[in-house]
Nanobody
Framework: VQLQASGGGLVQAGGSLRLSCAASGRTFGSYGMGWFRQAPGKEREFVAA????????YYSDSVKGRFTISRDNAKNTVYLQMNSLKPEDTAVYYC????????????????WGQGTQVTVSS
């Protein structure tokens, strides 16, 4: 599976962005999908995950209620809608694919996109 993330940019605090991650291949629906982020000098951290069918989602406490993960298996795409953005959300955001149904564990993701930069100004 090859993943291509897009949609990052510069936004003011309180604003919104929508990230997309397009996947190649015909087995997209076989993978649980996730979003992670990495700020400068910090480890890559879990943000959100969605199950293969899209029926289940899971969020980190830091984004719960502000971010929404979704997927369209017909379009081989997973999305991350980010609202009420804060400066601390500034990071490179990565999408990833896991053979697990749904997981927040970084090591259980086998495929990673290239990352897209999100910068939130105060």
């Amino acid at each position: 599976v090859q993943l291509q993330a897009s949609g990052g940019g510069l936004v003011q605090a309180g604003g919104s962005l929508r990230l997309s991650c397009a996947a190649s291949g015909r087995t997209f629906g076989s993978y649980g999908m996730g979003w992670f982020r990495q700020a400068p000098g910090k480890e890559r951290e879990f943000v959100a995950a969605i199950s293969r069918s899209g029926s289940n989602t899971y969020y980190s406490d830091s984004v719960k209620g502000r971010f929404t993960i979704s997927r369209d298996n017909a379009k081989n795409t997973v999305y991350l809608q980010m609202n009420s953005l804060k400066p601390e959300d500034t990071a490179v955001y990565y999408c990833a694919a896991s053979p697990m149904v749904i997981t927040d564990r970084r090591l259980e993701y086998d495929y990673w996109g290239q990352g897209t930069q999100v910068t939130v100004s105060s």
